[in-house]
């Protein structure tokens, strides 16, 4: 079992930054990839950013140029820098981690954290 932690969330003002993190612990051989999605009310879920266990990254369109996704391998931390924020950035962010447990073994598992709340407003 792996278990993620979020922090990092809160409330800011249009074009203010938030940093969050999450750290992953339990059965961890190791990391495939790490990402962030968040889901607005009454809005899927949606990929925001993703990294992969090497240098690979991937952002949505809409924040492109303005997040930053990056990860500590050794921490098995995962960090999204969020920079010129807009009141549609308000969601509920959550973290997924993409793992294999155990060396030799190729299943790999989907984990979600529990969210973390960020809301963009004046």
């Known amino acids: 079992q792996v278990q993620l932690v979020e922090s990092g969330g809160g409330l800011v003002q249009p074009g203010g930054s938030l940093r969050l993190s999450c750290a992953a612990s339990?059965?961890?051989?190791?990391?495939?990839?790490m990402g962030w999605y968040r889901q607005a009310p009454g809005k899927q879920r949606e990929l925001v950013a993703v990294?992969?266990?090497?240098?690979?990254?991937n952002y949505a369109d809409s924040v492109k140029g303005r997040f930053t996704i990056s990860r500590d391998n050794a921490k098995n931390t995962v960090y999204l820098q969020m920079n010129s924020l807009k009141p549609e950035d308000t969601a509920v962010y959550y973290c997924r981690a993409r793992v294999t447990a155990r060396a030799g073994d190729s299943a790999q598992y989907i984990y979600w954290g529990q969210g973390t709340q960020v809301t963009v407003s004046s």
């Open positions: 339990g059965s961890i051989f190791s990391i495939n990839a």
């Open positions: 990294i992969t266990n090497g240098v690979s990254t």
